[in-house]
Structure formats: structure tokens, C-alpha cells
């Protein structure tokens, strides 16, 4: 056995590391371990090493790499080592000299490997691992309750396969903004956001796509308990929504494995009636009617570019400060929705259907999607005035998509939107909800706005049944021209007579408004 010891990035390690590798291949009786040091490392190490085996023959500055045996046996320099042990000794030939492009190409990657083992070192696992032991956690706990759909179908509109995605909607209550949304602690991935943090990123527990998250600002999460509620056959939620005693605000440092055993657990002699409560996240709602601040700003974006770059993914925000609420606390914050974006699997490559879209209009420097037929803005994330290593940085992309965002809010009349961007561009769409109390905002209720994974080509839908007219045959929009519309408007039923009042507040939809994407997402989209 041998121990190699050498810098990441030389090139003359990697060559004595791919001879040992040949030898292995030729031998499997022998071993070899290797040390892989960073460069700043490297003088310490040597060092400590020449102490330890009493190797006198080196001088403090020689740079490696460096043989011996476990038993303290020195074998000498990367050099002496290729010669003696593999080529005299275990008949390797053939091996590239040291100046051969292959061993620079092994040095760059052994660099980047020990950076990675460094920065795991520091800051724990990279944050796509963290987000993926996160979703394997909460799989086996059974605290992830997907979408069902009852159908998934794909539809080809402008060359793209876009794909229309229909569940059964459920009559509830829409959620009280003032009572947080509870939700269990072990949903946690991580705190990004800078050194000192500024989001908690959480599971989506009810998740259009594995692994979708979304992105709470610190101000809007803190810790709280949860009490265990026998199993319901009614709902995949268990947990009381009663208005438990709030804890303080969730800190930096605060991660899931601090949470992972949140398993109850009664104490000795206790009933089994009183089960130990459970940690809980009070989730706020993000009430961008109120509040200026509840806008996204800078910070938002920074923390979405931190999670993007860790992951593939969109990012996606509607933000409604007009119009009825109808989304729960967790969806009124940014949402991260991890590629691939489709239901076809292997069958294409794309990771979501507009990318060719998308990537055509970056390349050819455009403003807006040939595909949307409606007002909206395109904006390229790409600044080729910043330095190569800066435009990477998720607060230089951050700070880009901040200010593509306000230059397309500028845009719009009503500051309501969808949203969706990645590290390379962004999309806006101005939104106009209907007042509050009129006829209208009761189609608002029946088909609100999608969300905003629609700007990627997946339309999300409530699954639509045929109603009157359509069941005798008849169409909706025959005489307006609009597949949402009213009795009133369908029946030529003039305003002001009696009748008006309640034929204008009979919602009828088109069924065949799902066969037509693009004409679905155009619905609330501000004229």
C-alpha cells in the first residue's frame, strides 16, 4: 500500500495519481490512498508530514507531490514514484508524460472536488443535497401530500407541445391572512439568504412537482407546536389549526436536522389522549395588498438566484394587491419548481415546453414570447458588462432580475402580476382582477388565474364540466364571443331590466377553454 500525497491542481499529482489507478486496475492487491490537498493548504500539510516520518530530504517549499508507504517508508516524488514503483516495479507502460494535456484537465477537477469538500466542510451539504434529503425525509414521513390530476394532456400551439394539467377543485373556506398557515417543522431544507440569512426555504407539502419549495422571508416564519389529530379520511391534513402560542422567529442556524426528530413521542405514564405536540411553522401570509414591503424586492430575488443556482428550477410569484384571495399562505410566497417541467419523461429533452421558446428569444435579443398573443414583458438576465466570475454570483443575479422586475411593473397598470424567472431571463405578466363584490370576480372564483408555472408552458386548471348550455348542445360565448362569460351577456338579457341583476351573477365557462391554453392564461390578464 502507498500513501500520495500532492496539490489538487497539479498537474504532476494527477499523473502519479492516474499511474496509481493503472496499477490498481493491473494489481487488486494493492492499494493506495490518497491525499488531495487545496494549494493553500499544501506548506502545512507537508509540513506536519515530514515531522510525523522524519522525511529531512525535503525542504520546507517542495511542492509535491510526495510518495510513502502507511509503515513510514518514503518513496520519493511524484516522478520517482511513476518510475520506480509502477513502471519497474508493477511493468506499467505507457504513461503520458507530465506536460500532457490530459493530467492538466485531472488537475482543474481534483481543484473543483476539494473545493466542493471545503465548502461542505464549512457551510454543510451543497444545496441541491440538502433539498433532495429534505424530499426523502418528508416522502418516508408521509408528510408530502401531491397534487392529484386527473389529467395530464398536451396540446401543440406555436410549435411547442405546451401541457394542460387538470384537478378537481374543492369547495373550502378561503384562508383567514391573519391566521398563519401551520405546517410541520420537518418540511424545513435550509436558511439562505447571505450570511445572515433572510429566507427559510420549506417543502411545499402540497406540491404540483416533487421537490417544489417555497421561499419565506424570516419575517413571515417562526416555530410554534402543532397538535396531532387522529386521521381524517376527509382531508390528507391532520394537524389542528387552532391558534397556537407563537414561538420566536426561526434564527440563522436554524436547519431541518435540528428538526429531523420530530417524531411524537409520548413521556412515561403519560395517556395516550395527550400525544406530545409536534414542532410547527407558523407560515404568514405574504399581503401584498397591504403592505409595500410585501413586494419583492432585492432580497427575494437574491435568495430565489441561491436556490436556482443550487437546483435547475423556475422560479415563479403571483402578486394580487387587487381582486378576492384564493391562494393558502405558502402560495402567496415565491415558489421554486425544480426541472423537469412536463409529463413525458424521457421522451424529450426539454426541460420545460417553452425552452426553445425562451432560448430563441434570448438569442435573438427580443422583449417579448412569440407564443403569447397578450401584453407581457421578456427581459434577458445576461450582463456582459459584469466580470465573467461576477455574472454567476447570486447577488449580481439578483439584483438584475430586481431591477428587469420593476422595469416591467412599470409597465403595468394595476402592479398585479405573474412571474416566472431563472438565472438567464425573466417573464411578467400583468394581471387585472375584477373588483370585489362584482359579477365578475365570481368567474374569478370559478377559474382563477393560473399559476404562474403557466408561463413555462404547464397550465394548471381546475378540471371544468359541462354545463348548461353545453349539455343541450349549445355553445358558451356564442353571442359574446368569450368562453368565460354570464347568463346575462349569453341571453342578450339587457342591464337594468329585473332579470339582469341575477342573470349577470350565473357564471358560464366553456369547457373547451382547457383545449386552448393560451386563451386560458389571457383570462385575467391585464388589457
Known amino acids: 500500500s502507498f500513501v500520495i500525497a500532492g496539490k489538487a491542481d497539479d498537474p504532476s499529482f494527477a499523473r ?4 496509481a489507478k493503472l496499477v490498481e486496475a493491473a ?8 491525499e488531495m490537498k487545496h494549494p493553500d493548504a499544501w506548506k502545512d500539510f507537508f509540513c506536519t508530514v515530514l515531522r510525523q516520518y522524519d522525511f529531512n530530504c525535503y525542504p520546507d517549499e517542495f511542492g509535491g507531490p510526495l ?3 502507511p509503515e513510514g517508508a518514503l518513496v520519493g516524488s511524484g516522478q520517482e514514484f511513476v518510475q520506480t514503483i509502477c513502471v519497474e516495479k508493477f511493468g506499467i507502460a505507457d504513461i503520458p508524460p507530465p506536460q500532457d494535456p490530459v493530467f492538466k484537465s ?7 472536488q476539494v473545493r466542493l469538500m471545503l465548502q461542505r466542510q464549512e457551510k454543510g451539504l451543497p444545496f441541491g443535497e440538502r433539498c433532495e434529503a429534505a424530499q426523502q425525509r418528508c416522502e418516508s414521513l408521509g408528510l408530502l401530500h401531491p397534487q392529484v ?3 395530464k394532456r398536451r396540446c401543440v400551439v406555436s410549435a411547442a407541445a405546451l401541457e394542460v394539467w387538470t384537478w378537481r377543485k374543492k369547495q373550502g373556506e378561503v384562508p383567514d391572512k391573519q391566521i398563519p398557515q401551520k405546517i410541520d417543522a420537518r418540511l424545513e431544507v435550509s436558511t439562505i439568504g447571505g450570511d445572515s440569512g433572510s429566507h427559510t426555504v420549506v417543502l411545499h407539502n402540497q406540491p404540483m412537482v416533487p421537490k417544489q419549495m417555497a421561499l419565506i422571508p424570516l419575517r413571515l416564519i417562526s416555530e410554534t407546536e402543532l397538535t396531532p389529530q387522529p386521521p381524517s379520511h376527509d382531508t390528507p391534513d391532520m394537524l389542528d389549526h387552532s391558534n397556537d402560542q407563537k414561538r420566536p422567529s426561526l434564527k440563522e442556524g436554524t436547519s431541518s436536522e435540528r428538526l429531523s426528530q420530530n417524531l411524537p413521542a409520548s413521556p412515561s405514564g403519560s395517556s395516550p389522549h395527550l400525544p406530545e405536540p409536534l414542532r410547527g411553522l407558523d407560515v404568514g401570509h405574504r399581503d401584498y395588498r397591504s403592505e409595500d414591503r ?5 432580497s427575494d430575488f437574491t435568495a430565489a438566484m441561491e436556490v436556482l443556482m443550487g437546483v435547475g428550477a423556475v422560479a415563479t410569484w403571483m402578486g394580487l394587491n387587487k381582486g378576492s384571495e384564493f391562494r393558502s399562505h405558502l402560495d402567496t410566497h415565491l415558489q421554486v419548481l425544480p426541472y423537469p417541467l412536463h409529463s413525458v419523461g424521457e421522451e424529450t429533452s426539454l426541460r420545460f415546453p417553452l425552452e426553445l421558446i425562451c432560448d430563441g428569444a434570448l438569442r435573438d435579443g427580443v422583449e417579448s414570447l412569440r407564443i403569447f398573443d397578450f401584453k407581457h414583458c421578456f427581459r434577458s438576465l445576461h450582463h456582459n458588462d459584469l466580470p465573467e466570475d461576477r455574472r454567476r454570483q447570486a447577488t449580481a443575479l439578483g439584483q438584475a432580475a430586481s431591477k428587469a422586475y420593476e422595469e416591467a411593473k412599470a409597465t403595468s397598470k394595476t402592479g398585479c402580476c405573474a412571474l416566472a424567472f431563472t438565472v438567464n431571463w425573466l417573464i411578467f405578466v400583468p394581471l387585472a382582477p375584477p373588483e370585489v363584490g362584482s359579477a365578475l370576480e365570481l368567474a374569478w372564483r370559478e377559474l382563477p388565474p393560473l399559476p404562474p408555472l403557466a408561463l413555462t408552458g404547464v397550465f394548471v386548471a381546475p378540471a371544468l364540466s359541462r354545463g348548461f348550455p353545453e349539455t343541450v ?3 358558451v360565448g356564442s353571442r359574446s364571443g368569450k368562453l368565460v362569460s354570464n347568463r346575462a351577456v349569453e341571453e342578450g338579457i339587457p342591464e337594468g331590466t329585473p332579470e339582469y341583476e341575477a342573470a349577470s351573477r350565473e357564471v358560464r365557462i366553456a369547457a373547451q377553454i382547457l383545449e386552448k391554453p393560451i386563451e386560458l392564461l389571457r383570462q385575467w390578464v391585464e388589457a
Not at 502519479?16 to 499511474?19: H, M, R, S, V
Not at 494489481?27 to 490518497?34: A, D, K
Open 16 to 19: 502519479a495519481e492516474y499511474a
Open 27 to 34: 494489481c487488486p492487491n494493492v492499494f493506495f490512498h490518497y
Open 67 to 69: 510518495v510513502w508507504t
Open 106 to 112: 485531472i488537475a482543474l477537477d481534483n481543484l473543483k
Open 149 to 151: 390530476f386527473e389529467e
Open 294 to 298: 410585501e413586494d419583492l424586492g432585492v
Open 473 to 475: 348542445g349549445l355553445q
